[in-house]
Nanobody, 128 residues
Framework: QVHLVESGGGLVQAGGSLRLSCVAS????????MGWFRQAPGKEREFVAA???????????DYAESVKGRFTISRDNAKSTVYLQMNSLKPEDTAVYYC??????????????????WGQGTQVTVSS
């Protein structure tokens, strides 16, 4: 059984930074596509970023336009952990952030329904 546990959320001022972590257990992470999503109050869940290790030599990443250039997704397969480094945070980044995983998918889906496993979420609040 796969478990994903996020951490690293908190309260930060606009312009600040946070790093979220997602630790996976129960299955080898190296072949998984990992994604970060977020959901703000009253809004639908939205894609933030995804990462996949496609050819054994390098990772591929994908970002939502709203976070491109500010957020960086990375992974450490040895630690079964995926990170989301968030810089230059804005109040509109306030949301619950979730990590998600899917195996046997050589792409980086932006639709949450394509992911089979989810963490419990971690709250990120950015004050103005």
């Amino acid at each position: 059984q796969v478990h994903l546990v996020e951490s690293g959320g908190g309260l930060v001022q606009a312009g600040g930074s946070l790093r979220l972590s997602c630790v996976a257990s129960g299955r080898t992470l190296s072949s998984a596509t990992m994604g970060w999503f977020r959901q703000a109050p009253g809004k639908e869940r939205e894609f933030v970023a995804a990462i996949i290790w496609n050819d054994g030599f390098r990772y591929y990443t994908d970002y939502a336009e709203s976070v491109k250039g500010r957020f960086t997704i990375s992974r450490d397969n040895a630690k079964s952990t995926v990170y989301l480094q968030m810089n230059s945070l804005k109040p509109e980044d306030t949301a619950v952030y979730y990590c998600a995983a899917v195996w046997a998918r050589p792409t980086m889906p932006r639709e949450g329904k394509e992911y089979g496993y989810w963490g419990q979420g971690t709250q990120v609040t950015v004050s103005s």
